[in-house]
Nanobody, 123 residues
């Protein structure tokens, strides 16, 4: 088991930046893949960014060039730096760990989830 706690959400205007953090209770499963997902009301949860055990990084097309995922293995913290935010980025953002399967941006492949942190971007 691993507990994941997200922080860093908030409300910003379009063009602004936020940095999300996900603190894991242990490194047991976080050495495997970890990812950030988001879900807007009435939408399916979608993969935003992920990093696998080899350090390979994946982004969904809509955030490529604006978001950066990184991990501090010593502190068991996963980050998501979000720049040039757009209103369509508004959603609850979730951290996830320990995936199975090859699609690192597919939410059913992850076993552990945080409670989420809300991001609101106004135009």
């Amino acid at each position: 088991q691993v507990q994941l706690v997200e922080s860093g959400g908030g409300s910003v205007q379009a063009g602004g930046s936020l940095r999300l953090a996900c603190k894991a209770s242990s490194s047991t499963y976080t050495t495997y893949c970890m990812g950030w997902f988001r879900q807007a009301p009435e939408n399916e949860r979608e993969g935003v960014a992920a990093i696998n055990s080899r350090g390979t990084i994946y982004y969904t097309d809509s955030v490529q060039g604006r978001f950066t995922i990184s991990k501090d293995n010593a502190k068991n913290i996963l980050y998501l730096q979000m720049n040039n935010l757009k209103p369509e980025d508004t959603a609850m953002y979730y951290c996830a760990a320990f995936c199975s399967g090859g699609d690192y941006l597919r939410y059913p492949n992850y076993n552990y989830w945080g409670q989420g942190t809300q991001v609101n971007v106004s135009s």
